[in-house]
């Protein structure tokens, strides 16, 4: 109770001195307001000029922009929807301070406004300097972007692109920020349009952040506890749009950002002039009302720019030399395979990138970033690798992220693959790239990686052990958006992209995958039965695994993208989340949900509990025999132990995991149980009868176990309480 009050009399502070800043600043415009200055029939005045971006404030707007190389900058004005702006203001030189231009507007009519900045400068392209005072650039601080409402169509004119004010009075009342640590996480990674577009979703609202909301509920059964949201940053998805074979072919994903403060208005259900983003604000908010915290992919790598034959957006026309990483004669480095790479160490990057965060973090409450292409983030101004990335190590000890969530994509498109040697000073965790290779090459016969595999299933401690945070710095997934699905996994030995227009020359190659018998589709029962048995082995071993599981939606129900591994451009029933196979697959699914509710109820598959009290090691690994630990090549079966005194069920809390990933079935020999314990079988993805996981544990007489061909088992120590799945 105490806390409580304590908590409410400092938000009753907070809220008072919010409303004495107001009526200070109110004042202070008032006192002002006979010495204001005039400008194309609006009066003006000096600005904020540590405010970034476009602010409402009591009496007119606060304009804040900034450019090293700039001789001038003018604000543009328009209505909303007309193609002629106006009103142009001209920055008054006097309204810069070193580098920043800051100006207050009065008497705009917020509701209807749009606006943009041309900035003037001197032409040099071998030196990387772009400035020309015709091209209407977009604020880097938009925090909403106009014309991209309604998916599928063009903005104001090619390549033109205008910002709006935005109004915050969102109440997020006593929604708290991230507490779950990385080893408690299951994270679900998802499309916002497709996760819901289809109409067999059921929702109302289709491919928008409230048909999330909608699905709220499903989620919470499905029992994951973080959702991974791919790109909602604005940008064009008519960018590359193109016809093949019939189909309309847009930037379907959305990995390049036009705007990093703007969330993706085609995404919200509902109209939102000068209030973008309250509709994702109550999608997050539900969410984490429910348990479920919210990780953001976010793309710092590069931009919608592109190269020297890409639009002029934003960056190009304020610090093209700064903003990006050039060559010496001024052609731009491609790190990132999409024709730019952002500057991202350049100190005034840095601050970009770190105000950005902090925004969504302040601002949406999200509890996480997922860095695409995150080794781009270590490249010095010449795209050579750093040791001590500045931008890196800074993120690491920035305050305001102090609980955040920081997950990198260690690898870019130049050949730089960092994963288990990223900068993290203990605070980054990555995607596992090992794990999803050495696990997908196993499960589908590969006995020789065995060893890696093993490696894996037991935290990677050989990538993580060092300066990593352990089992905290593992993001382990076997498939997610760029791939195959689960489904396609054991459906496809090859990828199928013909539909992507590029004579099915894109997508990875090396995809682990087998089809089981039969390429594609079959009503074959005996090719049907091997494919979802294989699928249990995978997300069995998935939620076995020591460090943070991410899977990716759909594949709790089977869902198919048809053999398409690099689904990018395809805005239409090859990405779109087919809902019917939820019914279709339903004892799939709930097998999926168990293996998730059943990582929950045992925490010493997570993390390293207290000792054991029968003195069995946290970690041990073991072939078919109990007794022979070593994992080699030739090994068909892996057995991995996890062990741990659980304070909460006041009894060691051990886990036994099987492997058999040869077509043959296989004798294996549990080790002895504890004393005062038995073994009991949770999980055989080979029963025969169809049962597969076992609400109620099934005690075991004996510790011969026979392991089906290509199945795994898991099994407990019980010492007679029920603590299965309900």
Known sequence: MNEYRRHRSNKKMVEMGERQVKELRKQDLGRQMLALDECNGFRIRPGLYNMNGATMLTDGVNFTAYSNGATSITLVLYNR???????????????RIGNVYSMIVFGLDIENLEYCYRVDGPWDPEKGLLFDKKHELLDPYAKAVSGQRIWGQSPNGAGTYRARVVRDNFEWNDTSSSTLPMSDLVIYELHVRGFTMDPSSGV??????????????????????????MPIFEFDETRDKREVNGKTLLDYWGYNTISFF?????????????????????????????????????????????NENGPFISFKGFDNNIYYLLTPNGQYYNFSGCGNTMNCNHPIVQELIVECLRYWVEEYRVDGFRFDLASILGRDQDGSPMERPPLIQRLAYDPILGNTKLIAEAWDAGGMYQVGNFPAWKRWAEWNGKYRDDIRSYLKGDVWAAPEAVKRITGSMDLYGGSYLGYESSVNFITCHDGFTLYDMYAYNCKHNEDNG????????????????????????????????????????????????????????????????????QDNEISWLNWDLLDKNKGYFDFYRNMIQFRRKHPAIRSDLLPAQCGYPFISVHTENPDNGNITKDSKVI?????????????????????????????????????????????????????????????LTWRNRTLKARSVSVFIASYGAEYGVN
């Open 502 to 569: 590029w004579n099915n020359t894109d997508g990875a190659n090396d995809n682990r995958s087998w089809n089981c018998g039969c390429e594609g589709e079959t009503n074959d029962p005996a090719v049907l039965d091997l494919r979802f048995r294989m699928m249990r082995n995978a997300i069995t071993v998935l939620m076995c695994s020591r460090g943070t599981p991410m899977v990716y939606a759909g594949d709790e129900f089977g869902n198919t993208q048809f053999g398409n591994n690099n689904a990018y451009c």
């Open 262 to 306: 703007a969330p993706n208005t085609s995404y919200a259900s509902h109209k939102e002039h000068n209030t973008e983003g309250v509709e994702l604000k109550r999608m997050i908010k539900a969410l984490k009302d429910n348990g479920i915290e919210v990780i953001l992919d976010v793309v710092f790598n590069h931009t919608a720019e592109g």
């Open 639 to 699: 057995c991995v132990r996890y062990a741990g005194f659980s304070k909460k069920k006041n009894h060691d809390d051990i886990v036994y995991l099987a492997i058999n990933v040869f077509w043959e079935d296989i004798q294996i020999m549990l080790p002895n149980p504890p004393e005062n314990a038995y073994w009991a079988l949770c999980v055989d993805t080979g029963d025969e009868s169809g049962k597969y996981f076992y609400n109620r544990p099934t005690p």
């Open 81 to 95: 929807g007309e193609s002629k702006p106006f009103a142009e203001i001209p920055f008054p030189e006097s309204y």
């Open 204 to 229: 109302k609202f289709r491919g928008t952040f409230d048909g999330i909301m909608e699905k709220v509920d499903y989620l919470k059964r499905l029992g994951i506890t973080a959702v991974e949201l």
